[in-house]
Structure formats: C-alpha cells, structure tokens
T-cell receptor, first 114, second 115 residues
Framework: DAGVTQSPTHLIKTRGQQVTLRCSPK?????VSWYQQALGQGPQFIFQ???????QRGNFPDRFSGHQFPNYSSELNVNALLLGDSALYLC?????????????FGSGTQLSVL | AQKITQTQPGMFVQEKEAVTLDCTYD???????LFWYKQPSSGEMIFLIY??????QNATEGRYSLNFQKARKSANLVISASQLGDSAMYFC????????????FGTGTSLTVIP
C-alpha cells in the first residue's frame, strides 16, 4: 500500500522564479492538504483540496496556489519566490470524515530559495 | 494566542525509561481533536496517537499514551520503555471541528534517547 509520495525531494530556485511541487495521496484517500514547515518550526497550513476544489486556505498570500486532479493527486505552485519561502513543504492526505480524521504525510520537498 | 504550546525544545531520556512530552492547547470550540506526530530526520510526519475532546478515557497506542486533562487544556504524550529509534522531533497538533480542516501544530520537542 503506497503511502503519500512527493516530488521532487529537493529543489533550489532563485528569487522571483516559480516552482511546482507534486503530491500523490495515500491509496483510498480523497483529500490533500499542504503545509509549510520553516526550520525549527511546526508545520503551517497552506490549503486543502477536496473534490478538485480548494476547501480551506490558511494565512498564505495568493502567490501560493494549488490544484487537485481527478485521480486526487495535487500540485502546489508558488510564484515570485522570496527568500522566506525556503522551507520543507509537506503534503498530507486523508479521507474526509469526523474529528479523528488523521493526516498521513509524505517526506516533503525541501525548497531552497537563493 | 498560540493554539498549541510545547514548552520543551529538547528532552533527553535513558533507554528503557519513560518520558513525558508536554503540550497545552487553546480553543473555545467544544469539539476538537488532539494528535501527536513524530518527525524523524527523514522529514516524514508519522501519526502516533489521537484524543477526541469528548473521549472519557485517555488514548493509548502501544507504548504511547496521551495524558488528557481537559480542564487544564493539556495533552501530554507519554512514551514508555524508550528505544533508540524514538529519537526524533515530536509535534502536538489540534483540529477544531468548528473552524474546518486545518491542523494547528506546536513548535515541537526534540527527544534524544541515550543508550
């Protein structure tokens, strides 16, 4: 049973560039969430996708956008990269449900902006 | 105000001993879930244990137990019989049913198990 897979594992970009990160959810899961984890911090919620729609968004600027495909996989796009966007980007999948809906995470994409 | 507070940046424990990692939370939502995740150096967040706000009993999952004190708004993780493989970052998280689907995470506690 494949877990959550993310690609690429590492990425180096320069300020002003654009980046796309990819995520395949755990088999059977229909919901994908993206989190940003800065060094020494806990993950911060970016947004969640369900049924190909953005279901909820955290406190991130419009430079952060996403997409969910019919097979439930997802992309995170970041435009006009800033140095402060350097972080580990974690994708999490879940099956929509009640309060005990657990998130299953991938290993993340480490983004460095120079 | 912080939704989740973890006040122990780093902890050390002797192998085979028990250790408690502290977590306090802040919410006015009567329905919420509390979670603990482990993050090894590989980066993946691994689910450990869940406690619902209406659960009467403390949650247990193998060597992990959650000491849930609702009135004090604390949800401490207890790891019994520590193993070298337990060395990792540990994050406490909360999901409020009234505000949707995002998880709020604390800043984490780095646990080192000493042989």
């Amino acid at each position: 049973d494949a877990g959550v897979t993310q690609s690429p594992t590492h990425l180096i970009k320069t300020r002003g560039q654009q980046v796309t990160l990819r995520c395949s959810p755990k088999s059977g899961h229909d919901t994908v969430s993206w989190y940003q984890q800065a060094l020494g911090q806990g993950p911060q919620f970016i947004f969640q996708y369900y049924e190909e729609e953005e279901r909820q968004r955290g406190n991130f600027p419009d430079r952060f956008s996403g997409h969910q495909f019919p097979n439930y996989s997802s992309e995170l796009n970041v435009n006009a990269l800033l140095l402060g966007d350097s972080a580990l980007y974690l994708c999490a999948s879940s099956l929509v449900g009640g309060p005990d809906e657990k998130l299953f995470f991938g290993s993340g994409t480490q983004l460095s902006v120079l | 105000a912080q939704k989740i507070t973890q006040t122990q940046p780093g902890m050390f424990v002797q192998e085979k001993e028990a250790v408690t990692l502290d977590c306090t939370y802040d919410t006015s939502d009567p329905s919420y879930g509390l979670f603990w995740y482990k993050q090894p150096s590989s980066g993946e967040m691994i689910f450990l244990i869940y406690q619902g706000s209406y659960d009467q009993q403390n949650a247990t999952e193998g060597r992990y137990s959650l000491n849930f004190q609702k009135a004090r708004k604390s949800a401490n993780l207890v790891i019994s019989a520590s193993q070298l493989g337990d060395s990792a970052m540990y994050f406490c998280a909360m999901r409020e049913m009234g505000t949707g689907n995002q998880f709020y995470f604390g800043t984490g506690t780095s646990l080192t198990v000493i042989p």
